[in-house]
């Protein structure tokens, strides 16, 4: 009898071996899947097979977090519940942070699994596991659920490394694009100003962050003539970069050869919706100056208007059209004009100037800016600009919320 149970015994450390020999090529395989990269659906594959035909796990519900909710990305066994109900199931057992077996759950999804496998990363829930129709013996239950909760760790992890790895990836590139969207904007804002005898300029560029979408210009058109521009492109980003870097060329190319400002915003409509398909906008000012006769042509679409201050009186300049590129055909076009008297001043700025992150109206907006401009509008262009962010910093505590551009012309 004592020999008997001899061999028994030893029968069943026999199988016992197997088994942990069995437990670690399969860990080895799926660890050398890993390592090459294997993608997602793949390892969980592999996964579904050692969980089926080794471990004979008849049914596994097997979720994990993304973006804020969880989603199942293996279901294999039973009547398959969606996604929602399992975590809604789940959320009851949000304080269990081990192995947790079900077999008193009255809930009406729970209680059709044997066993609760919550995965944590610090204190945060990042994924679980729901084991159901468990095919094994008693002595070795133990000994399968630990191998269970190693095997789904050891995938869990590898997820969020590629998670990680997809996140810096994504962050790499987000990085490389905003410095080639800065190497393209710094080629567009003009280092220094013509400097001209009919005309002084001052300008002030403040991004929002690394990257804006303000641009501005001033292009001598003829020795009587010249033309300046100042432009907001909808979004950040090289792609926003890149496309006031077209607009810029397709402007300086229009005013070269085309004398009609229209017919110029007309056609910088046209390259704007071809590029973007309407999917970005740009609002610009755009002017032309005849030194000879003093007639100042101007269009704005859809920009905050410039002012043109004279002698203590300060007038918006509000003519022109809507946005550009968010139509096929701009719906009207007003081309406005003024003579500009000797020592005039023209007051050009981008909405971030007005906007704040938080409220401002009562002590900072449109009238108010008027009167500014009528209590400072001697000052040189330079002095001007820099008074002005010296006002803005005194009265408005919060910060701007999109970029500020900043372009005086002072008109003799």
């Known amino acids: 009898m004592q020999k008997t149970e001899e061999i028994s015994g030893e029968d069943e450390l026999i199988r016992l071996l197997l088994k942990r020999q069995s437990e670690l090529n399969s860990l080895l395989e799926v660890t050398r899947a890993i390592n090459k990269n294997i993608s997602t659906p793949v390892l969980i594959q592999m996964l579904e097979v050692i ?29 398959e519940e969606s996604a929602k109900m399992l975590y809604q199931a ?29 995965f ?43 998670k990680l790895f997809r996140e810096r ?3 790499e590139r ?18 220094r100003l013509h400097k001209e005898t009919a005309v002084e300029i001052g300008a002030k560029y403040f991004p929002h962050q690394n990257i804006g979408g303000d641009y501005f210009d001033f292009i001598r058109v003829n020795d009587d003539e010249f033309l300046w521009c100042i432009a907001d492109v ?3 980003g090289i792609s926003a970069a890149l496309l006031m870097a077209n607009f810029q060329a397709s402007l300086r190319a229009w005013a070269a050869v085309e004398d009609d400002l229209t017919n110029i915003v007309k056609r910088l409509n046209q390259i704007v919706v071809k590029n973007t398909k309407g999917e970005r906008f740009i609002t610009l000012f755009v002017a032309k100056y005849n030194e000879k006769t003093r007639q100042l042509k101007y269009i704005n679409a859809g920009h905050n208007p410039s002012i043109l201050y004279t002698r203590g009186k300060a007038v918006p300049l509000k003519f022109g059209t809507t ?8 719906p009207f076009l007003n081309q406005g004009s003024e003579i500009v008297e000797p020592g005039s001043m023209i007051f050009n700025y981008t909405d971030g100037l007005m906007d704040y992150d938080i409220p401002v ?17 001697e000052l040189s262009p330079d002095k001007f600009n820099q008074t002005l962010l010296d006002h803005l910093n005194l009265i408005v505590k919060g910060k701007p919320i999109d970029d500020i551009t900043l372009l005086t012309l002072r008109i003799f």
């Not at 987000?174 to 280092?191: D, G, T």
């Not at 946005?323 to 701009?330: E, H, R, V």
């Not at 009562?362 to 008027?370: D, I, P, R």
């Open 90 to 118: 789940c959320r009851k057992l949000s304080k269990a942070r081990a192995l947790t077996s079900l077999a008193n759950q009255d809930d009406s999804i729970l209680k059709k699994y044997n066993y609760f496998i919550p």
């Open 323 to 330: 946005m550009i590129g968010a139509f096929d055909d701009l």
């Open 51 to 79: 969980m089926q035909n080794y471990l004979q796990v008849g049914r596994l519900r097997f979720m994990i977090e993304h973006e804020g909710t969880f989603v199942c990305i293996s279901s294999y066994g039973g009547e």
């Open 361 to 377: 109206t009562k002590t900072w907006n449109e009238e108010k800016l008027l009167q500014f401009v009528i209590g400072n509008g």
């Open 120 to 162: 944590y990363q610090k204190t945060k829930a990042i994924a679980f596991a729901l084991i159901g129709d468990f095919n094994t013996t008693d002595e070795m239950l133990s000994n399968d659920l630990n191998f269970i909760q190693t095997l789904i760790n050891v995938i869990v992890v590898a997820l969020e490394n590629k």
């Open 169 to 171: 990836m994504e962050s």
């Open 234 to 236: 909808s979004g950040k």
């Open 174 to 191: 987000f990085k490389r694009e905003m410095e080639l969207a800065q190497e393209v904007q710094n080629m567009l804002i003009p280092i």
